[in-house]
């Protein structure tokens, strides 16, 4: 069974950036036909898709957040991470991350998130 | 982008009530609309796919309709632990969006 799991550090200073890797198990991230994604969700409000990413490194990024975002893989530890620069008070969320699987691009597994605070 | 809408954005119910939730696409997204359940403290759940399609493992009594614009979740005969907050999302363009939600609670 595939399992998604978010570390990171769960508090941030403004300005700084946030770094959260995804490391997947129960199946490998070189499968062709999945992509993996970051979602995020500030307390209390919805969900905002960040970014997805393939094995082969193609990213597409949600335009408002692309001039600081980076997603990366790494095929040799089944990893895949998100960085977020220049980061402030309205980028406090509960992070995850998951996967789209075939066609459809619906996000079908996920982590459980993990808690960012954005905060000096 | 594709701006979505939910309504209600919440709605109380009783066990073995019929329960349908309306999602609105700001333009046409063919059935590229997608359903995802969340409780407290958890990740989203994948219900449906591309409109009606059921995740695996999903009860039948989800069932999703609709096309183009306006697409509906309807569950059958509610159950206690079907109290949640429902979400919609297009994936036919990226940056893909959610609804803004809807959450089921006990009457």
């Known amino acids: 069974q595939l399992q998604l799991q978010e570390s990171g550090p769960g508090l941030v200073k403004p300005s700084e950036t946030l770094s959260l890797t995804c490391t997947v198990s129960g199946g490998s991230i070189s499968n062709s036909n999945s992509y993996w994604g970051w979602i995020r969700q500030p307390p209390g409000k919805g969900l905002e898709w960040i970014g997805n990413?393939?094995?082969?490194?193609?990213?597409y990024y949600n335009p408002s957040l692309k001039s600081r975002v980076t997603i990366s893989v790494d095929t040799s530890k089944n990893q895949f991470s998100l960085r977020l620069s220049s980061v402030t008070a309205a980028d406090t969320a509960v992070y995850y991350c998951?996967?789209?699987?075939?066609?459809?691009?619906?996000?079908?597994?996920w982590g459980q998130g993990t808690l960012v605070t954005v905060s000096s | 982008d594709i701006q979505m809408t939910q309504s209600p954005s919440s709605l109380s119910a009783s066990v073995e009530d019929r329960v349908t939730i309306t999602c609105r696409a700001s333009q046409s997204i063919s059935s590229h609309l997608n359903w995802y359940q969340q409780k407290p403290g958890k990740a989203p759940k994948l219900l449906i796919y591309a409109t009606f399609r059921l995740q695996s493992g999903v009860p039948s009594r989800f069932s999703g309709s609709g096309s183009g614009t306006d697409f509906t979740l309807t569950i059958s005969s509610l159950q206690p632990e079907d109290f949640a907050t429902y979400y919609c999302?297009?994936?036919?363009?990226?940056?893909?969006?959610f609804g803004p939600g809807t959450k089921v609670d006990l009457k």
């Open positions: 999302q297009q994936s036919y363009s990226s940056p893909f969006t």
């Open positions: 998951a996967r789209t699987f075939g066609d459809s691009d619906s996000f079908d597994s």
């Open positions: 990413i393939y094995y082969s490194g193609s990213t």
